[in-house]
């Protein structure tokens, strides 16, 4: 079956460290996307690409850095830089940008320790 | 500026109510792309439905029904009947077509369906 694989399901990180999460689709979609999502609050984007090699910043970029070398996978790496990096990390796909539905990943529940 | 304002933070209903979860909008846009997502208690989103500007006519899929009034920038989700499985974090999203991306959800509706 189709769809987006996220990994790992929880993580935990220590000060100072970065760590890296996965994301990966088997759709075929051309666009893919990183969420970030704090108790009560909807979806923030952090960084969407909407084809191989190519990335755009989003709304909340700073302290995150993604790479997009395969059609089918957008690694997200929270860096040290990020403050307050405690949430829920979702990644997302598109057949295109802006007029599709997304297709969404089960999440990454990142926890600072 | 885009925006979606989601005014309802929590709703609680029985089982077998009626329940209605509003969407406001706004956009410069004439052309533009509406979407509700589920998010349950397993925390992956699944879309439910999209609807583009020019298409104002209501959408009912089972016991789900989607009003959509240009007039009053709306874009109301109704649920009838519902069940305890219908408990659950709904999004409602908008998407421009100008500019390079436009695509904001709204901090969500928690919906409480108590048995």
């Known amino acids: 079956d189709g769809g987006i694989t996220q990994s790992p399901k929880y993580l935990f990180r220590k000060e100072g460290q970065n760590v890296t999460l996965s994301c990966e689709q088997n759709?075929?979609?051309?666009?893919m996307y990183w969420y970030r999502q704090d108790p009560g609050q909807g979806l923030r984007l952090i960084y969407y690409?909407?084809?191989?090699?190519?990335?755009q910043k989003g709304d909340i970029a700073e302290g995150y850095s993604v790479s997009r070398e395969k059609k089918e996978s957008f690694p997200l790496t929270v860096t040290s830089a990020q403050k307050n990096p405690t949430a829920f990390y979702l990644c997302?796909?598109?057949?295109?940008?802006?007029?599709?539905?997304?297709?969404f990943g089960s999440g990454t529940r990142l926890t600072v320790v | 500026a885009q925006k979606v304002t989601q005014a309802q933070t929590e709703i609680s209903v029985v089982e077998k109510e009626d329940v209605t979860l509003d969407c406001v909008y706004e956009?410069?846009?004439?052309?533009?792309?509406l979407f509700w997502y589920k998010q349950p208690p397993s925390g992956e989103l699944v879309f439910l439905i999209r609807?583009?500007?020019?298409?104002?006519q209501n959408e009912i899929s089972g016991r789900y029904s989607w009003n959509f009034q240009k007039s009053t920038s709306s874009f109301n989700f109704t649920i009838t009947a519902s069940q305890v499985v219908d408990s659950a974090v709904y999004f409602c999203a908008l998407s421009g077509t100008s500019g390079t991306y436009k695509y904001i959800f709204g901090t969500g509706t928690r919906l409480k369906v108590l048995a």
């Open positions: 690409s909407q084809i191989v090699n190519d990335f």
């Open positions: 759709l075929n979609h051309d666009a």
């Open positions: 997302a796909s598109s057949m295109g940008i802006s007029n599709y539905g997304y297709t």
């Open positions: 956009t410069r846009d004439t052309t533009y792309y």
């Open positions: 609807r583009n500007s020019f298409d104002e």
